[in-house]
C-alpha cells in the first residue's frame, strides 16, 4: 500500500515543466520533490506527494481535512 501526504508548496526552482522542483511544507518539515508531473502547479497550491514525487494538486479545504486526519491517527505515539 502507497500512501500520499499533502503538502504545500513554498517555492518552485527551474522553469522547464519536466525539471521543476519545489520546496513542499510538510506540517514544519520541508522536503525538496518533483513537480514533473503536475505542471500546472504554483507556489501555494496543496500537492498529494509520494516518494519525492508531487501526484496531483489538491484544494486547501482537501488537504487540511487529510492532514488533520492524520494528525488524530498519529496522536498517542
Not at 500500500?1 to 517555492?11: E, K, N
Not at 519525492?52 to 492532514?67: Q, R, S, Y
Amino acid at each position: 500500500m502507497c500512501l500520499a501526504v499533502p503538502g504545500r508548496i513554498v517555492s518552485i526552482e527551474g522553469s522547464d515543466p519536466l525539471l521543476r522542483i519545489g520546496t513542499v511544507d510538510f506540517g514544519g518539515t520541508r522536503k525538496q520533490i518533483s513537480l514533473s508531473c503536475v505542471p500546472e502547479a504554483r507556489e501555494g497550491d496543496y500537492v498529494l506527494a509520494h516518494a519525492g514525487l508531487a501526484l496531483n494538486v489538491v484544494d486547501e479545504a482537501e488537504a487540511e481535512k487529510t492532514l488533520d486526519l492524520l494528525r488524530e491517527a498519529t496522536e498517542g505515539e
